[in-house]
């Protein structure tokens, strides 16, 4: 139950780019197409899922117990970019030159991504109160929780007809108010996926 309620409460009441505003660049990014979302969206939510769930017995089993501690960031960037490496890796597999060259160029920005080391940080810091599974079950919600916040807005960003849209607000003004209407919509659920539960 803590693996799963930790879950739920990192991918829908506590969403990192929706309800805590982390990670909003790389939204604002892959918005463009639909169709780019479902594999950045899933480059950015393995990387999320992956450095939160290492990075955990990582600081808690090494760093912490060295006194290495002020590390885990770099720590942590590291983890992520050898992850996302390796899903560009297998997602470019069969897919021509420049498609694997380009999403070769977006792993350290994936691997940078403020979602990615939130996650990892935000374990360290409740090393001391958190267990194995609410720290897993939090790395793997917040990547769920990145990866439902970058399909969602894809999609509801390419619904939007720019002609219809005024002038003042085309691009990206339009963009950010999508983005701050969405927000609002996960802030008011805020609370219920978590409480199912407990």
Not at 37 to 49: L, N
Request: aromatic share 8%; with cysteine.
């Amino acid at each position: 139950m803590t693996f799963l309620n930790a879950l739920f409460t990192a991918a829908l009441d506590n969403n990192l780019v929706f309800a805590q505003l982390i990670g909003m660049v790389s939204v604002v990014l892959v918005a463009g197409r639909p169709q780019d979302s479902f594999r950045f969206g899933a480059m950015i939510a393995v990387a999320t899922a992956v450095a939160g769930a290492l990075g955990w017995p990582l600081y808690t089993q090494l760093m912490q117990p060295w006194g290495v501690a002020y590390l885990a960031p770099l720590a942590y960037v590291l983890v992520s970019w050898a992850v996302i490496v390796v899903v560009a890796t297998i997602l470019g597999a069969g897919k021509s030159v420049a498609e694997r060259e380009r999403l070769l160029r977006a792993c350290p920005i994936i691997a940078c991504n403020a979602a990615v080391l939130a996650v990892s940080l935000g374990n360290a810091a409740a090393a001391e109160t958190m267990t194995w599974d609410a720290a897993l079950g939090s790395s793997f919600g917040a990547g769920l929780g990145v990866l439902l916040a970058v399909v969602l807005f894809a999609f509801v960003r390419d619904r939007i007809d720019e002609r219809l849209v005024p002038a003042a607000l085309r691009g990206l003004p339009i963009t950010l108010v999508t983005a701050s209407l969405m927000a609002l919509a996960f802030t008011g659920v805020a609370g219920i996926a978590g409480g199912l539960f407990v």
